[in-house]
């Protein structure tokens, strides 16, 4: 017998546990929630939070079909590309990251990361990879002294 599922008015997402559940979600959607009027981000009262939001997007998908045109270029480094029209101005210019700082490496005790910038006065550690590599799989770049490290470690 097939289980129905009930449908809580998203085209584009399914509720799947209860870590998020599908009554917050809409609540959400609709603003109903704290913290999602446009005083408590620094917009004036003229400027509506959901075309901010508009503004942003459309800033993200202008950023990304550029990306997407020129990391096909064989004349033009992928991994550059990536990382100067896609992933630096989408932090920057998108999300707000208005110090990101690159500085190649952090320490950690004994332990040695490959960490591409730094943000949120040198709060927020980023590593920044293209679609060259797979999130899933240790890469030689990402290592040290021979080894090969995931991205994710």
Not at 12 to 32: D, M
Not at 54 to 59: E, K, L, M, V
Not at 77 to 103: C, K, N, Q, Y
Request: with cysteine; charged share 30%.
């Amino acid at each position: 017998m097939a289980v129905k599922r009930k449908d809580h008015g998203f085209t584009a997402l399914r509720v799947e546990g209860g870590i998020l559940p599908a009554e917050y979600l809409q609540s959400i959607a609709s603003l109903g929630e704290t913290n999602q009027k446009g005083a408590d981000y620094g917009l004036s009262k003229s400027l509506a939070i959901k075309e901010e939001i508009a503004r942003f997007w459309r800033i993200a998908n202008d950023l990304h079909s550029l990306y997407r045109k020129r990391r096909e270029r064989t004349d033009l480094d992928r991994g550059e590309v990536g990382m100067s029209e896609w992933l630096i101005p989408f932090l920057h210019d998108v999300l707000g990251f208005a110090d990101l700082t690159p500085i190649g490496e952090a320490r950690h005790g004994e332990r040695l990361f490959k960490i591409a910038h730094k943000a949120c006065s040198d709060a927020v550690p980023m590593l920044l990879l293209t679609n060259d590599y797979d999130l899933d799989k240790a890469d030689a770049r990402l290592g040290y002294e021979g080894r090969r490290q995931a991205p994710t470690v």
